[in-house]
């Protein structure tokens, strides 16, 4: 089965609107990661929470880290059109391992 | 801030021919590159990891015949999808690792999208 399991599988919203996005995994974690996909091309690191850290946030973004329920959630607030994006989560081992990423999350923001 | 530098961004060729795709890191050394494949609507499927100057690993079910990887020096790796069928059509993405940066270390090329005809 695939680490990281996002939900829901696809949000929208209106503009100015808060996202929540979940996202769980299975086995022991180092850090867990946020990236962003614009339709068609790479991804763009958003945030990283280390598995010693209950929450974080950067700017509009809010995520938080429960390792005892193994799950995360990204929170965008004040969110905007120019957020409309695929969102994964992807969980790392160890600083010199892969990352196992999440199936993801299209984000459709209404202007 | 890092850059990764991905071609070609788009790639058409005709079945039974072999396309090379080259990731770039550009201000930095990656001691270790990935490559990705994503199928649309799907998310990333980790292929194989490359370490500079050894043999790449590939994940369970890749073909490593099909798929050449070549990781010649610390900022250049090659994808090679060698008698490519019409099957082997996705989106692949690389990912180059600095290891001065711990677990943020992580950059994306901008994909390459592969039709084959």
């Known amino acids: 089965s695939q680490q990281g399991e996002e939900d829901p599988q696809a949000l929208s919203i209106q503009e100015g609107e808060n996202a929540t996005m979940n996202c769980s995994y299975k086995t022991s974690i180092n850090n867990l990661q946020w990236y962003r996909q614009n339709s068609g091309r790479g991804l763009v690191h958003l945030i990283l929470i280390r598995s010693n850290e209950r929450e974080k946030h950067s700017g509009r973004l809010r995520v938080t880290l429960d390792t005892s329920k193994k799950s995360s959630s990204l929170l965008i607030t004040a969110s905007r059109a120019a957020d409309t994006a695929s969102y994964f989560c992807?969980?790392?081992?160890?600083?010199?391992?892969?990352?196992?990423f999440g199936k993801g999350i299209t984000l459709s923001v209404r202007p | 801030g890092a850059v990764v530098s991905q071609h070609p961004s788009r790639v058409i060729c005709k079945s039974g021919t072999s396309v090379k795709i080259e990731c770039r890191s550009l201000d930095f050394q990656a001691t270790t590159m990935f490559w990705y494949r994503q199928f649309p609507k799907q998310s990333l499927m980790l292929m194989a990891t490359?370490?500079?100057?050894?043999?790449?690993?590939?994940e369970q079910g890749v073909e490593k015949d099909k798929f050449l990887i070549n990781h010649a020096s610390l900022t250049l790796s090659t994808l090679t999808v060698t008698s490519a069928h019409p099957e082997d059509s996705s989106f692949y993405i690389c990912?180059?690792?600095?290891?001065?940066?711990?677990?943020?270390?992580?950059?994306f090329g901008s994909g390459t999208r592969l039709t084959v005809v």
């Open positions: 490359s370490n500079e100057g050894s043999k790449a690993t590939y």
């Open positions: 992807a969980t790392g081992t160890g600083a010199n391992s892969k990352l196992t």
């Open positions: 990912s180059a690792r600095d290891a001065d940066r711990g677990n943020y270390g992580y950059t």
